[in-house]
């Protein structure tokens, strides 16, 4: 596979170190660029992360010397790069203009952030669902007036627990569905001690994460008509999520009806039998196996499941009936690996498995 040189942007928050991690041993994707805001441009990236180093693993050699790029600087940065990875903490607006300003100067931007998922031309991707929104990239371009650049960005955290769980079930119609979402505290890019009001705590309100957990699953669900993707018309989707004292990995408690309602043996049989584009192409950070269904009644848990497959794959369990919808069962996903940054490099892989990155 070809080689890329890659930028992260954003690189000093978690996220961003996040993906440092991960590029640091890729078979075909190489950092050459880290840019973050101005207080830290200047400074190497080990002088301007400091004692916020927040992965477990060490930092890498290969870049703690590497100095740190200012992220406005667009033209200075998007020089020494094939795409960039976009993890920056800002207002929407200005994520929205940095991105576009990414894109505007010929450099493909792979996004964590929230700001372009419901730009009608930006597809939102999760590779085993719905790869086939990467071909409204062409009408995208057309807007911005580019040849390379675009923007692709990767769904919220919360909904890489249970919507791999309910895609391989739509043939069967669902009608509705009920999510409640446990959120590890480093989806709020905090740790346990810098984050001590969630010790012995439970906190029942994350900003805007109860609306993204019920649109955004119809926009992976929706289809591209002309220049633009148009969200699915249904099912109907009502969340609620909480904050909870677990440092990685989302559960969600989900509820679920169906027009033609299955048995539980069809049920796991499809989760048994799910594979999408990831899998198919065989790029380097997909799960051999996406979903996977433990038995025992108390699992999966973040502690013992989360790391699952390199933390790309999503765990489920407790499947059963119920009195008010057709089942209920509980879902796992690692929320920085596959739900941030691995989810982001996944969706690259994919990008340049299809020749978008050239």
Not at 125 to 132: D, G, K, Q, R, T
Not at 139 to 152: C, D, N, P
Not at 229 to 258: E, K, M, N, Y
Not at 309 to 326: F, H
Request: net charge neutral; charged share 20%; glycine share 8%.
């Amino acid at each position: 596979m070809k080689q890329y040189k890659v930028g992260v942007v954003g690189a000093t928050g978690m996220v961003g170190q996040r993906f440092v991690t991960l590029l640091a041993q890729h078979p075909w994707f190489h950092i050459t660029a880290l840019a973050a805001s101005a207080r830290s441009a200047g400074k190497t990236y080990e002088q301007a992360v400091g004692s916020r180093w927040a992965m477990q693993t060490p930092m890498p050699d290969s870049v703690k010397d590497m100095v740190v790029m200012d992220a406005s600087d667009v033209q200075a940065v998007a020089a020494k790069v094939d795409f960039v990875f976009c993890a920056v903490n800002m207002k929407k607006d200005e994520i929205k203009a940095l991105e576009e300003a990414y894109a505007k100067a010929e450099c493909p931007v792979v996004s964590n952030n929230s700001a372009h998922r419901f730009t009608p031309d930006v597809p939102m991707v999760v590779p085993e669902i719905n790869a086939e929104h990467i071909e409204i990239i062409p009408a995208q371009r057309k807007r911005l007036g580019t040849k390379r650049g675009f923007i692709a960005v990767k769904s919220n955290c919360s909904l890489q627990s249970y919507v791999p769980a309910l895609h391989p079930l739509r043939g069967y119609g669902i009608t509705k569905c009920l999510v409640c979402t446990y959120q590890a505290i480093s989806g709020a890019g905090k740790t346990f001690e810098t984050f001590p009001d969630i010790l012995d705590n439970v906190i029942p309100y994350i900003g805007g994460e109860e609306e993204k957990s019920e649109q955004e699953p119809l926009k992976l669900w929706g289809h591209i008509e002309g220049d633009r993707i148009v969200s699915a018309d249904g099912p109907s989707f009502t969340a609620q999520c909480l904050r909870v004292p677990v440092s990685d990995g989302h559960v969600g408690a989900v509820f679920v009806s169906f027009e033609h309602k299955p048995s539980k043996e069809e049920i796991l049989s499809a989760w048994a039998g799910f594979h999408g584009a990831a899998q198919d192409l065989n790029l380097p950070s997909a799960p051999k196996q996406f979903l996977h269904y433990f038995e025992q009644n108390d699992r999966p848990q973040p502690k013992l499941d989360r790391m699952l497959e390199n933390g790309m794959a999503v765990s489920i369990g407790r499947l059963r009936e119920d009195t008010q919808y057709d089942y209920k069962f509980v879902c796992l996903s690692h929320n920085t690996l596959r739900g941030a940054a691995g989810g982001a490099v996944l969706l690259a892989e994919l990008l340049a498995a299809k020749g978008y990155l050239d």
